[in-house]
C-alpha cells in the first residue's frame, strides 16, 4: 500500500525528548492555521488550530507558535513519544474572519520519526 | 466532531474506467471539500461542493474529469473519470466542523486509495 510521507522531510526524535516541526506559509492574510497529523493509512488528524490574532496557543502535549512578521508557524511536542511518529501537516486559510468554511492550504509535510 | 465515512476505502482500477468515491458525514454541512494526495506529497483541493450548486473547482482540476455530486447536507460524491495511471492517489473529502470549538478544523474522512493499473 501507499505510505504517506515517502519523500517528504524527515525529523528524528528519541522517546521522551520534545519535538519541534517549523511550517512556512507566503500568504500574508492567511488569518487561521491548523496543524494536521496523518498516520499511514489515515486521513490527517486535526491536532491544535490557533487564530491569526493570536501568537501561542496550548494543548495537551502541544503547542503552536504563530510569527506573523515572518510568516513562520511551528508546532512543538513535549515528550514524544512512539505514537506521534507520523506526518504532520500545517494548514492555512484566508477566509477564516468572514466566519463561513473556507479551502485549507497546505504545507508540504513533515514526517516525525520517533526513536526508542 | 463531525464523523465522515467515505467508501471505498481502496481500489484497484484499469485505466479508462471510472470511479466514483462517496462521503457520507453524520451531521448537516453546508461546505464539503475534496482533496487529491499524491504519493508522498502534500494534500491538493480539488474543489469545493456547495448542496444545492455546481462544485467550484481550483486551477488545474476541471469538471470532466472529476465530476462531483451534493445532493444533500450530508452527502457528496467525487467521480474520478477515465483515469489512468497518473491519477492514483489517495482521495480525502472534507468538511467544515462546527463543534470545534473557536474554530473549524476541517475534519476529514479516511481517504480513499486509488491504483490505476
Known amino acids: 500500500g501507499e505510505s504517506v510521507g515517502l519523500h517528504l522531510p524527515t525529523l528524528s526524535v528519541q522517546e521522551g525528548d520534545n519535538s519541534i516541526i517549523n511550517c512556512a506559509y507566503s500568504?500574508?492574510?492567511?488569518?487561521?492555521f491548523i496543524w494536521y497529523k496523518q498516520e499511514s493509512g489515515k486521513g490527517p488528524q486535526f491536532i491544535i488550530d490557533i487564530r491569526s490574532n493570536m501568537d501561542k496557543r496550548q494543548g495537551q502535549r502541544v503547542t503552536v507558535l504563530l510569527n506573523k512578521t515572518v510568516k513562520h508557524l511551528s508546532l512543538q511536542i513535549a515528550a514524544t513519544q512512539p505514537g506521534d511518529s507520523a506526518v504532520y501537516f500545517c494548514?492555512?486559510?484566508?477566509?477564516?474572519?468572514?466566519?463561513?468554511?473556507?479551502?485549507?492550504?497546505f504545507g508540504t509535510g513533515t514526517r516525525l520519526q520517533v526513536t526508542l | 466532531s463531525a464523523v465522515i465515512s467515505q467508501k471505498p476505502s481502496r481500489d484497484i482500477c484499469q485505466r479508462g474506467t471510472s470511479l466514483t468515491i462517496q462521503c457520507q458525514v453524520d451531521?448537516?454541512?453546508?461546505?464539503m471539500f475534496w482533496y487529491r494526495q499524491q504519493p508522498g506529497q502534500s494534500l491538493t483541493l480539488i474543489a469545493t461542493a456547495n448542496q444545492g450548486s455546481e462544485a467550484t473547482y481550483e486551477s488545474g482540476f476541471v469538471i470532466d474529469k472529476f465530476p462531483i455530486s451534493r445532493p444533500n447536507l450530508t452527502f457528496s460524491t467525487l467521480t474520478v473519470s477515465n483515469m489512468s495511471p497518473e491519477d492514483s492517489s489517495i482521495y480525502l473529502c472534507s468538511v467544515e466542523d462546527l463543534s470545534r470549538e473557536g474554530g473549524y478544523g476541517y475534519t476529514f474522512g479516511s481517504g480513499t486509495r486509488l491504483t490505476v493499473v
Open positions: 451531521s448537516q454541512v453546508t461546505m
Open positions: 500568504n500574508s492574510a492567511s488569518d487561521y
Open positions: 494548514a492555512e486559510t484566508s477566509d477564516h474572519h468572514t466566519g463561513t468554511a473556507s479551502k485549507l492550504t
